[in-house]
């Protein structure tokens, strides 16, 4: 006794499943290639490569003061300022990166639950407040970075203030990229990552 096949779905009972959270979060945009977005793939492709460079010199400062310390015995004082230096703008430039990139921390799932239109504005309402974020560091940062420019690390002999400037540098980035993918909302488009 052989058994039947089962009947072969229709392209109505095809349309008539219901959709899967995986096919709701599926809105393909085009890829944003205006002007302005390609100016911020330049500048969020050389901050991490610029990002990049310094992680490997502070790994050079950390390795040459550890051969200083305790093969030469003599420890270079200058190596641990100065990694500490660099790592404040390599977190500067990630963080930047990582807003462009959409790498920070999100609720995509609750909003992908949303109707089309009440999503577009959630989104434009979450990279306005990164910009508004990015501009309190920008202020901040240039305030502090103004008044600590006096003041010279006895190591390196540069600003204090140039610590501060970290902030001001991660401000304006964070702004400029945030402001490119509201753009990009309001004309449909998608920001794809600059080092893709």
Same mark, same amino acid.
């Given at each position: ?23 709701? *979060?599926?809105?393909?945009? $085009? ?53 500490? *230096? ?28 949303? $109707? ?37 690390? $006895? ?37 794809? $990552?600059?080092?893709?």
């Amino acid at each position: 006794m052989t058994l039947a096949a089962p009947p072969a779905e229709t392209a109505t009972d095809v349309n008539d499943a219901p959709l899967q959270l995986h096919e709701l *979060q599926d809105v393909h945009r $085009p890829p944003a290639r205006h002007v302005y977005s390609r100016f911020c793939a330049f500048l969020s492709k050389y901050s991490l490569m610029l990002a990049v460079a310094m992680l490997i010199a502070i790994i050079v400062c950390v390795q040459y003061q550890v051969v200083g310390r305790y093969v030469f015995n003599d420890t270079p004082t200058w190596a641990e300022d100065l990694a500490l *230096q660099l790592v404040l703008y390599v977190t500067a430039l990630g963080v930047a990166v990582g807003v462009r990139d959409a790498g920070h921390i999100g609720l995509d799932s609750l909003v992908s639950l949303l $109707p089309e239109g009440m999503r577009l504005k959630i989104e434009i309402l979450i990279h306005a407040l990164v910009a508004f974020f990015g501009a309190i560091m920008i202020w901040s940062g240039w305030m502090w970075t103004t008044l600590k420019w006096t003041d010279l690390k $006895p190591m390196l002999h540069i600003p204090v203030g140039a610590d501060y400037l970290a902030l001001v540098v991660a401000g304006i980035l964070i702004v400029l990229f945030s402001i490119e993918h509201i753009v990009a909302l309001l004309r449909g488009e998608e920001v794809v $990552p600059a080092w893709n």
